[in-house]
Each structure stands twice: as C-alpha cells, then as structure tokens.
C-alpha cells in the first residue's frame, strides 16, 4: 500500500503525488509570535512533526519548511500595550516558542525563515503582480489583490464571492475594486517598524509573507503546504491567488489542514481568550503525555481539552514506558538489535500511518506489540533468554518513534547505567536483610533509594528498579 492523503484541495483521499526516495518539499504556517503558545499551537506543530516523521520513515526526502511571522499587527499592539519595540516583543516569543517545541519532542524545520527577512522578496513578488495587473496601489500608498482578476479565487475553500461577502459585518474599505481584495503591502503608520517600497514606507500584508517565503525556498510549485483549518479562509486562498497569478503555475500539490482544540467545545484561541498555554499544561503534566493527547486524535479530527483527557494521556504514556523499563531491566546490559524491517508489527503500523497517518489505529497496533512485549518480559525473566524480546523492544522504539513518542530514547539508559553497580550493590543488602528478616533495614533501603528518585519492584525473579520520574 502507498501512502494516501486527504488533500482539502479536492476533499478526498487520493495517492500522494511522490515516490518514496524522491523529494518532498513541505512548507507549513508557523507561529505568529505574540505571546505563549496555547494548545492549538501545540496542536498543529506536532501534528506536522508526526507527518514529517512519517513521511521520512517511508523513504521520502523530506525538506520541511516553517516560517516565523515576526512583523504583525497583533504583535506592534502587545509592543505598545508593554511599552516595548515589536522587535523584543517578536524575539522574547520566538524563544518561548522553539523551547516548547523542543521540550514536545518536535523536530526543527530544516528552514526556518523570518517574515522581516524576507522584505525584499515580498516586494519583488508585489511588484510583479501591479505589473502584471492582478494587484493595484491607492491613495496613501497601500497595494490590495484583485480577486475578481484571479478565475480560481475560492476553490480550495469551495465558496464564491457570493458566499464570502454572505458574512461581511464591516464596511469595506471603499478604496478597494471589490470588498474581497486583500492588503499585500500597508502603509506605514507612526511608530510602527516600517521598510522602503515603490509604494511608500510600509510592511507587508500577512498572506504575501507566506507566498513569498515558500516559493523562495520550494519553488514555484511543490508538494505539501500544511496548517490548521482556521488558515484555510482567507489566508491559504490567498496564497494561492498571489502565488498562482504571479507564476501561472499551480501552487501546491497537496494542502493538509489539521483539527482543532476545543475548550468548551469552542475553539481555542486568543483573541477570545479561550485557551489554555502549553506552559500551563507542561507544569502539570510530563511533555511526553501532552504530546500523546495530541497524537491520540487523528490529525483532521477535533479534539476537546479537559484534563481526564490529559490523565488518560498520562497513563498510556506509563504504559509505553512502563514495557521499555521492564525490557531492559528483563535484558541487562544486552544491546538493542537493529529493528527488523519485515516485522508484521512495522508493517500493520506503516499501513495504518499510509492510510492518511491514521495515529488511532498506528497506536492500537503498538499497544498490541506492548501486550506481547509483557508475555515476553516475564519468560525472559524466568528463563535469562531474552532474544525474542531485544527484537520486540527495538520494533517498538522505531515505531514509536515515528510519533514522536519513543521511552527507550526517552528513558536516562546512560544515567541508570552509571547507577547500575552501586544499585544492585544497595539491592544486595537489602535482599540479605530480607533473607534474615530484618525487614526494618530492608525498608530503610528501600526508602532511601525511593528518596534518591529510584524505584524498586519486588518480583518473583528478584528486585527490579528503575529512576522514577
């Protein structure tokens, strides 16, 4: 089976476009830097991450692009509200948000390009459509799209013109050829950070940034342009109006869009101040399980924040670590084979990750593999054979892997065995005290090693212990 997608250009599954072993060029919105990223930021990134890590799983050669929007009208007003220049304002959130990245296990993009590095190529790409005339200045030097210009204005949202002004509850600009044009460059206003155009002093629209930077990057058409369903209208339809009307060449292959977080049943988002930040989630709850609650839904679904939710992540997640710890601890200091590429477990995971990367069914399988994997700990620790079980353990890490979500490279193996020696040294007295039924010493053992952060389980073959966490 080859990999199928949900392509929302033509809201069906269809065959992905590409061969493993060839290249795919991704490009996916990123953050508007304004303040803390909340959930559904979170929603999207390691959505993404999943699909990326998919796709480089199944052989393709993936260079995967998010952009940074670091000049916006949300973050000049934070600046204001804080007495701060948009720059620190921009800068302090870029951080915050990479380390949250970093801390879910989200891989970093192999290009990630800032909108106000980029001016000059938006310029360019603004002055070839006035040119071309898909795109006209006004008075007090802004330039808007024609949509009516562009015959393909709406097809990735299926709505017309009709439809779109169907909700309009402001009076449009009266400057504008039709109340649907949109701002590809805005004149500068006082205090507001500004760059050099044929137009005047001004910044960019937010649409332009992404035509721009993806095409600079991926080329005029490439394979796969990503981002939650919000972005479809207006923002992806207008990347496509700029993109497509400046080169005359389909702009994407593939557009994927993920679900929402819900609060509430509604929404996250800031601007109603209906949402929860992932620093808020990641003080209560390990990064691993919040990355679980993520992948738990299928990446289209919509997926409703409540903290039971959070605590079911949280326990899968000890049961994915739980198997890695027994295994190893069943193993000793045997190494990991390498994963056995024809195993039945890879291939019912690949297939239901090729099924348009559904994550339920790929964590159905691994909790399968987990069920066998404990059969397998339990005879390893009675017979010291545990060949059948180094293999279940390095299928399951390069699955779970693949989801972000592997304990084996998650667990401190190095930490535990520097610990190794002493522990078991601790763990022999305690097993004499035991045996003379000093039961007193053989607690105070126990209780100083749980006070260092070890854990002990008592099993038939003897004591078993691992770092908690």
């Keep these: 089976m080859g990999l199928v997608v949900y392509n929302t250009l033509t809201r069906r599954k269809e065959p992905f476009p590409k061969e493993p072993g060839e290249p795919v060029g991704m490009y996916v919105c990123g953050p508007t830097v304004q303040d803390q990223p909340h959930l559904g930021h979170v929603r999207a ?4 991450d999943v699909i990326r890590r998919t796709m480089l799983a199944l052989g393709y050669r993936v260079l995967f692009v998010m952009n940074v929007t670091d ?26 948000f990479d ?6 296990g989200v891989m970093p993009p192999d290009i990630a390009p800032r909108a106000t590095a980029h001016i000059a190529e938006m310029v360019a790409l603004i002055t070839d459509l006035v040119a071309k005339g898909a795109a006209y200045p006004v008075e007090g030097g802004d330039v808007y799209f024609a949509v009516e210009g562009f015959k393909g204005y709406g097809t990735l949202s299926h709505r017309s013109l009709d439809d779109m002004r169907a909700g309009e509850r402001v009076e449009p ?22 760059w050099p155009s044929p137009w005047g002093e001004g910044r960019p629209g937010w649409h332009i940034e992404c035509s721009a930077m993806a095409m600079k990057y991926l080329g005029a058409t490439f394979d796969v342009h990503g981002g939650g369903m919000d972005l479809i209208f207006p923002h992806h339809e207008n990347e496509i109006a700029q993109a497509e009307a400046a080169t005359g060449e389909p702009f994407v292959r593939v557009w994927l869009h993920n679900g929402f977080v819900t609060l509430d049943k ?3 988002s800031k601007s109603t101040k209906n949402y929860v930040s992932a620093a808020d989630v ?3 709850f390990p990064a691993p399980a919040v990355r679980y609650f993520v992948v738990a839904g299928h990446y289209r679904s919509q997926i409703d924040f409540s903290v039971e939710s959070l605590e079911d992540a949280r326990g899968a997640w000890a049961r994915f670590t739980g198997f890695a710890r027994n295994a190893r601890s069943a193993m000793g200091d045997a190494p990991l084979p390498s994963p056995d590429a024809a195993s039945p477990w890879r291939e019912k995971f690949l297939a239901a990750m090729q099924d348009d990367f559904a994550t339920p069914d790929a964590l159905a399988v691994l909790f399968d593999l987990i069920g066998e994997g404990n059969q397998l700990v339990e005879r390893a620790e009675r017979s010291g054979s545990h060949d059948e079980l180094a293999a279940a353990l390095a ?19 190095a930490q535990q065995a520097n610990l190794g020696p002493l522990v078991r040294h601790v763990l022999a007295d305690r097993e004499a005290a035991r045996a003379a039924k000093d039961y007193a010493r053989a607690d105070a053992i126990r209780a100083v090693l749980r006070e260092a952060g070890i854990a002990v389980e008592d099993r038939a073959g003897g004591a078993r212990w691992y770092l908690s966490s």
């Design 45 to 48: 990134a390691v959505s993404f």
């Design 71 to 96: 000049v916006d009208d949300k973050i000049i007003a934070r600046g204001v509200e804080e007495g701060r220049t948009s720059w620190q304002v921009a800068e302090q959130y870029s951080r915050v």
């Design 99 to 104: 380390r949250t990245m970093e801390a879910l």
């Design 173 to 194: 600009d009266p400057r504008k050829r039709h109340p649907m044009d949109f701002a590809l460059w805005k004149a500068a206003k006082a205090g507001e950070p500004s």
């Design 266 to 268: 509604e929404k996250m």
């Design 282 to 284: 990641l003080r209560d």
């Design 395 to 413: 299928t399951f890490s390069e699955l779970s892997g693949i989801l972000g979500l592997d304990p084996v490279a998650q667990w401190p193996q």
